[in-house]
């Protein structure tokens, strides 16, 4: 039961670049979420599925791409990678539907643009 | 715009001892609350959701409390372990859109 599975795990790019991260679920969950996490500024939504097809902004959208074909993958675009960019990267996805509703997060992708 | 606070920042304290994270909201229309459990350099690990409706939920030595109207939550620690030592966080649903709001986190040292 592989649950969210991120790759990938590390990732150094120089400013500019650009680069996808991969976010894979195995649940049949409809929604999914990209969340950075910074030192001090905790966990931040970058955008949201609540299904295939289906994409919306977050609170810190801005330098990010998402797309949404398949129910089990959502991944992240950088498209010009830049410094402040440099972060902790976790998706998430959760059933709504189901009594629990519970988020389930994958291991974090951790990002350096230099 | 909903904003999740957690006070202290960092909490040590001995093994054996009962504890408590505090949670604070300031919109009160939640959806539901989770508290996560988060080891260094992992991902998050739910521990607890308490559907606006609830009071409390438990689980083994772990109970969250609910108090939408003071928009406070709490997660009571029964008898520390070391093994508890990891950092907390709490998240707000506002909405049925699963858009979480998180503070920052409790990191809790348990001292042998």
């Known amino acids: 039961n592989a649950g969210v599975t991120q790759t990938p795990k590390f990732q150094v790019l120089k400013t500019g670049q650009s680069m996808t991260l991969q976010c894979a679920q195995d649940?049949?969950?409809?929604?999914m979420s990209w969340y950075r996490q910074d030192p001090g500024m905790g966990l931040r939504l970058i955008h949201y599925?609540?299904?295939?097809?289906?994409?919306d902004q977050g609170e810190v959208p801005n330098g990010y791409n998402v797309s949404r074909s398949t129910t089990e993958d959502f991944p992240l675009r950088l498209l010009s990678a830049a410094p402040s960019q440099t972060s902790v990267y976790f998706c998430?996805?959760?059933?709504?539907?189901?009594?629990?509703?519970?988020?389930?997060f994958g291991a974090g992708s951790r990002l350096t643009v230099l | 715009k909903q904003e999740v606070t957690q006070i202290p920042a960092a909490l040590s304290v001995p093994e054996g001892e009962n504890l408590v994270l505090n949670c604070s909201f300031t919109?009160?229309?939640?959806?539901?609350l989770q508290w996560f459990r988060q080891d260094p350099g992992k991902g998050l690990t739910s521990l607890l959701l308490?559907?606006?409706?609830?009071r409390e939920q438990t689980s083994g030595r772990l109970n969250a409390s609910l108090d939408k109207s003071s928009g406070r939550s709490t997660l009571y620690i029964a008898a520390s372990q070391p093994g508890d030592s990891a950092t907390y966080l709490c998240?707000?649903?506002?909405?049925?859109?699963?858009?979480?709001?998180f503070g920052k986190g409790i990191t809790l040292s348990v001292r042998p």
């Open positions: 308490i559907q606006s409706s609830q």
């Open positions: 919109d009160s229309a939640i959806y539901n």
């Open positions: 998430a996805s959760n059933d709504p539907f189901s009594g629990a509703n519970v988020l389930t």
């Open positions: 649940m049949n969950h409809e929604y």
């Open positions: 998240a707000v649903t506002t909405g049925a859109n699963s858009k979480l709001t």
């Open positions: 599925s609540v299904g295939a097809g289906i994409t």
